[in-house]
């Protein structure tokens, strides 16, 4: 058997032995995730060494691992094997070994000098996932560092290779072509809705298994509209196969949607399906459009996995695969139009995910700063700082961001940092039994549903009634800590307080005038559900929470907690602090001291306020709320816009600087001193804030601005008219017979800048615009004249403008 990619491995072998990083851009159906391994066993240098290749999905690794066994006639385990979550097929004889996400990086982190092995392959990199770009900058690192013999070979089926090329310090790229066959494409007239996206998707689907033979393909954003699908199809083609497949299913179920069967299939799929896996006879693809991609909220501390339009070069591969075995057909339930608005690539995984694992593994990996490592794209610093936050909260990281002892033990678990710090929290507490089910439980179970009962499916899984996902988890944590049973007995008062050490910011306080409105240690608001008979306890624990926006958040899981607990775990018992801030309901400034976890105050007494405390509070207060929560009358909002014009057009290097984004920066010393006084929101609105902006400038400085930025000029009609500087350029609006005699449009900011005259009529309308009086006169007066003359006789409307008497009057009063 033959692949596309065997044309160029012999320039990929020749191209490796003289570059420690290779680049190879072959699209799905070329072979390069089979080919490639057994090709390089015998690439000289190598010495025996083995091949690791990081496979992003457990599926496609296991597929993979059993194809190329079955080429060489060998079982999964000998030469070939594979490493993914809570599972392991290897021997002493293995050379080439297919892992799963987190394995290399755990692999790095025991062995950083990847003893016995000579080539890491980054398979599908073009999706961009967070453990294959962490994987990749510690790979160079030890490359760099310890392993200048290491190779390292980026695979990749859409990707913009010449990018990632001077990212990878200009390392070479080989192209292979793929095996597709024409494809048919064709869009719905219009897009289907998420909330619609079921019913079309499964009329397409009747539509083409009467217009065709032939497998069918059908992508859909997650497992629950997978499920109700599957439901829809099975009623009424009981002839047909109808299988799901989606990463929460266990590894059979998914193999029975990708193995040949003796009947015509339906597959349907999420992203899973797009590029690793080969699902054989599939000649029609019916695409959603949609896909389920987290989101990381660092301002909330939550991923929210969104439901959005897939990219561009995800509609490209999934057509592609109806075009394996011959001519196929896609089609898309979107519109044309839809397309073109599609991302080109969908935003790698660093940028939008929680970072709390990557920063545990750099600090475990020792270092501070993220730049020292070389990355294809660097994390973001907000998210990594939001995660290093929470990490010091788990009690991971020291002050210096240093692990602690608790932090070395959690990076021995391969679990999020939360339920790492659980697990342990749970064998000290003698319950490893409960901490185990209840790591499976939250780290394979859907989470953020409505209504979720987390004792009811925990007694689920002690019952061996979970899903499949959840109970081969617990199977393996029971193996990890060498115990065979679930705990005997569910304590609720006990997992609250596991759940407490792993979720400490989101220890929930009930807020004063409701049952259902709650305060989260982190400073977030939410909202229990109506239906919680939760509703009124005192203290919570929200694990689920969902919503859109900050201020609309909605706790869907969450147990109770006792306050006696919560003084014993956090330390709130004799700890008083002083805390100024502002009060919403009272509109003012309180000083207090307080006992408390985060934003929870668990009691508090009255403090006197100095003025360092009152400005202190109000600086934090209108930095987070904006500049808009002063109070500015007609004329510091125009004091404000002369003084932004000025710094737009001054090359004064110490002018300062006026915009919105300065003043907030510089807050403290042009409005601080106004604020040691202030205690309530009615003396905030009676701030000079006219004196506050203009301490900002001295005596010759305050000259300088009347002369570049004049607050009125004297027109030649004799009136001392006001310009306007809200817009992008000054505008000065002044009635037509004003100007009579004035040949230029005046000139400020030096002579740099010409005003915006807007000509009004003896009404005040609007009549005409210019920034050139000149031209005017010359070619816009004679037909305003011939328009208006006849509507306002009464003013004058002389045949020379240029040499006419201004004036403010009619015709009458001036004579």
Not at 518 to 534: D, K, T
């Given at each position: ?14 191209t ?14 070329a072979g ?16 025996g060494?083995?091949?690791?290749m ?39 004889a293995?050379?080439i ?6 394995v290399?990086t ?6 950083p ?8 392959i ?10 294959s ?10 490359q ?7 190779k390292?070979v980026?695979m990749?089926?859409?990707l ?6 001077a ?10 072509e793929?095996r ?10 219009q ?11 499964v ?14 393909l059908?992508?859909?954003p ?14 009424n083609h ?16 998914q ?7 003796s009947?015509?299939k ?23 459009g ?23 070069a ?72 939001a ?16 692990l ?12 999020h940092?939360?339920l790492?710090?659980l ?8 319950c ?5 089910d ?15 009962d ?6 689920r ?11 081969r ?9 060498k115990?065979s ?15 407490a ?16 409105q ?17 509703r ?44 100024v ?23 508090a ?5 100095t ?11 209108i ?13 510091t ?5 002369r003084?932004?014009f ?15 984004a300065g ?17 309530t929101?009615?003396q ?9 902006l ?21 027109v ?20 037509l017979?004003?100007?009579?005699g004035l ?13 915006l ?8 309308r609007?009549?005409q ?8 006169w ?15 006789p ?18 009458r009063?001036?004579s």
């Open positions: 058997m033959t692949f596309p990619v065997d044309q160029v491995l012999p320039q990929l072998r020749a490796l032995s003289s570059h420690p990083i290779v680049i190879l851009q072959a699209p799905p159906g390069k995730t089979t080919r490639v391994p057994p090709a390089l066993l015998d690439l000289p240098g190598l010495d060494q083995k091949i690791l990081l496979e992003p999905r457990r599926i496609a690794a296991v597929n993979a691992a059993d194809f190329m066994a079955r080429q060489r006639g060998e079982a999964v385990g000998r030469t070939v094997g594979y490493t993914i979550r809570y599972e392991r097929k290897v021997s002493s293995t050379r070994e297919v892992v799963t996400e987190g290399l755990r692999r790095l982190q025991s062995d000098e990847l003893h016995s092995i000579g080539v890491v980054f398979d599908e990199f073009h999706e961009r996932n967070l453990h770009d962490l994987a990749l900058a510690l790979c160079r690192d030890v760099q560092g310890l392993r200048p013999d290491l390292i980026v990749s089926a859409t913009d290779s010449e990018n990632l090329s990212r990878l310090g200009n390392a070479p790229v080989i192209s292979s793929g597709t066959y024409p494809i048919t494409i064709s869009h719905s007239g897009d289907a809705l998420v909330k619609e996206i079921v019913p079309a998707t009329a397409s689907v009747r539509k083409a298994l009467q217009q065709g033979d032939g497998d069918i059908v992508f859909m997650g497992a629950y509209q997978i499920d109700r699908t599957v439901e829809a199809l099975s009623r009981r002839d047909i196969d109808i299988c799901p497949l989606y990463g929460g299913l266990s590894l059979a179920e193999r029975r949607a990708i193995e040949p069967g009947r015509r339906v597959v349907v799929a999420t992203n899973v399906a797009e590029t690793s896996l080969t699902i054989e006879g599939v000649c029609t693809v019916i695409d959603s949609f896909e389920k991609r987290p989101r990381f909220d660092a301002a909330r501390g939550l991923t929210i996995l969104e439901t959005v339009r897939i990219s561009a995800s509609a490209t591969q999934r057509a592609g695969r109806a075009g394996r075995l011959g001519p196929g057909n896609c089609h898309r339930l979107w519109s044309e139009g839809t397309q073109g608005a599609l991302l080109v690539q969908a935003p790698p995984e660093i940028f939008v995910a929680d970072l709390a694992p990557l920063a545990l593994d750099l600090a475990h990996w020792g270092i501070a700063d993220a730049d020292s490592l070389t990355w294809v794209d660097p994390p973001p610093a907000g998210h990594l700082k995660a290093r936050h929470l990490l010091q909260l788990l009690g991971a990281l020291d002050p210096r961001l240093q602690t002892d608790i932090g070395r033990k959690m990076t021995e678990l391969p679990a940092p939360r790492a710090r697990l342990l929290q749970a064998q000290q507490d003698g490893p039994e409960l901490g185990s209840l790591v499976a439980l939250l780290g394979e179970g859907k989470g953020s549903g409505q209504g979720r987390l004792i009811d499916e925990l007694q899984v002690g019952s061996g009634r979970a899903t499949p996902t959840v109970a988890a617990a199977r393996f944590w029971r193996q990890r800590f115990f049973g679930s705990a005997a007995r569910i304590d609720e008062t006990q997992v609250a307080r596991l759940l050490v792993a979720y400490p910011d989101r220890i929930a306080q009930l807020r004063a005038g409701g049952d259902r709650y305060l989260l240690a982190n400073g977030m608001a939410a909202e229990l559900e109506s239906a919680s008979h939760l009124g306890s005192e203290f919570l624990i929200a694990v689920d929470l969902y919503g859109r926006s900050r201020s609309e958040v909605t706790i869907s899981a969450a147990l109770p907690f006792i306050r006696d607990d919560f003084e014993k775990m956090f330390g709130a018992g004799d700890e008083w602090q002083r805390r801030e502002w009060d919403d309901q009272r509109q003012q400034v309180l000083a207090q001291e307080v006992r408390s976890h985060g934003a929870l105050v668990l009691q007494r009255p403090a006197k306020a003025s360092d405390d009152l400005r202190s509070a109000w600086l934090n207060w930095g987070k709320k904006g500049l808009d929560v002063l109070h500015w009358d007609k004329t909002v125009a004091l404000r816009q003084l932004r000025v710094s737009m057009q001054t090359e004064d290097a110490d002018w300062p600087d006026f915009s919105d003043l907030l920066t510089d807050l403290e010393s042009w409005l601080g001193p106004f604020l040691d006084t202030v205690r929101a009615a905030l609105r009676r701030v000079d804030l006219k004196s506050a203009l301490a900002r400038l001295d005596w010759p400085a305050r000259q300088r601005l009347d002369e570049l930025a004049p607050e009125r000029i004297n030649p009609g004799g009136s001392n008219v006001r310009i306007d500087y809200s817009g992008e350029q000054p505008v000065l609006a002044v009635k017979q004003e100007l009579f040949a230029e449009s005046p000139r400020i900011a030096g002579g740099r800048v010409p005003v005259i807007h000509l009004l009529s003896p009404a005040g609007p009549l615009v210019t920034s050139d009086l000149h031209s005017f010359e070619n816009g007066y004679p037909e305003v004249k011939k328009e208006m003359k006849g509507r306002y009464k003013h004058p409307w002389p045949d020379d403008p240029w040499n006419a008497e201004p004036t403010r009057k009619t015709n009063s001036k």
